[in-house]
C-alpha cells in the first residue's frame, strides 16, 4: 500500500491568481495521477505524471492551466493557475503501485478542496 | 469517448436489506475496479476485475464481471450503517499506464 499526502487540505483563492498543490507519498512509485471531483459528483482524471517524462493530459485539460510538476519518484505538484469559480473542486491525487501488464489499484490522497472567489 | 454508466445514482435503503449497484459499457472493459468512498473521504480501492464472468466476494460484498465483460456489480448483502457512501465502478482502460475512467457513483444511505 502507499500512504499519500496533500498540501494545502483546503483554500479559498481569488480568481486570476493560482494555487499549487502539493502530493507526497511515502514510497517510490512510478505512476501518479491527478483528478478532479466536484462535491458529489465523480472523479475525472485530469493528467497522468510519470517521473522522468512529459505529464500526460487528458481532453479538455491543458498544461498551461494546469501545469504539473513530477521532480522525483516521491512527490509531484499540480498548479491550478488564473484560477475561476469554474476551477472550484476537491483535487485528488493517486498513486499505482503496479508496472508494466501488472494493472494494480490507486491508493488516493486525502484531497485538497479549493474554492475560488 | 470511453463512458462508463453507473445506476442508481442514489439508493436509500434499511440497515439489514441488500444494495446492488450496476456498471455497464457500450465497448468492452479492460477491466474493472471498484472503490468506496465515505462521505467527506477519498476513494478506497475495494477489488479489481480482469477475467470475463469472475466473481469474488469480500465477506457481504460480492463483486461480478460479465461474460461479455461489458457491465459488472457490486451487491452487498444485510446492509449495515457502516457501508454509507459512494461506490465507484471503473474501467482501466489504459492497461499498463493505469488510466482510470471512473462511473457517476452509486450513492448508499443505510437508515439504521
Known amino acids: 500500500s502507499a500512504v499519500i499526502s496533500q498540501k494545502p487540505s483546503r483554500d479559498i483563492c481569488q480568481r486570476g491568481t493560482s494555487l499549487t498543490i502539493q502530493c507526497q507519498v511515502d514510497s517510490q512509485v512510478t505512476m501518479m495521477f491527478w483528478y478532479r471531483q466536484q462535491p458529489g459528483q465523480s472523479l475525472t482524471l485530469i493528467a497522468t505524471a510519470n517521473q522522468g517524462s512529459e505529464a500526460t493530459y487528458e481532453s479538455g485539460f491543458v498544461i498551461d492551466k494546469f501545469p504539473i510538476s513530477r521532480p522525483n519518484l516521491t512527490f509531484s505538484t499540480l498548479t491550478v493557475s488564473n484560477m475561476s469559480p469554474e476551477d472550484s473542486s476537491i483535487y485528488l491525487c493517486?498513486?499505482?503501485?503496479?508496472?508494466?501488464?501488472?494493472?494494480?489499484?490507486?491508493?488516493f490522497g486525502p484531497g485538497t478542496r479549493l474554492t475560488v472567489t | 469517448g470511453q463512458q462508463v454508466m453507473q445506476i442508481p445514482q442514489y439508493q436509500h435503503v434499511q440497515e439489514g436489506e441488500d444494495f446492488t449497484t450496476y456498471c455497464n459499457s457500450s465497448?468492452?472493459?479492460?477491466?474493472i475496479q471498484w472503490y468506496k468512498q465515505r462521505p467527506g473521504g477519498h476513494p478506497v480501492f475495494l477489488i479489481q476485475l480482469v477475467k470475463s464472468g469472475e466473481v469474488k466476494k469480500q465477506k457481504r460484498l460480492t463483486f461480478q464481471f460479465g461474460e461479455a465483460k461489458k457491465n459488472s456489480s457490486l451487491h452487498i448483502t444485510a446492509t449495515q450503517t457502516t457501508d454509507v457512501g459512494t461506490y465507484f465502478c471503473a474501467d482501466n482502460y489504459g492497461g499498463s499506464q493505469g488510466n482510470l475512467i471512473f462511473g457517476k457513483g452509486t450513492k448508499l444511505s443505510v437508515k439504521p
Open positions: 493517486s498513486v499505482s503501485l503496479g508496472t508494466g501488464t501488472r494493472l494494480r489499484e490507486q491508493y
Open positions: 465497448t468492452t472493459l479492460s477491466n
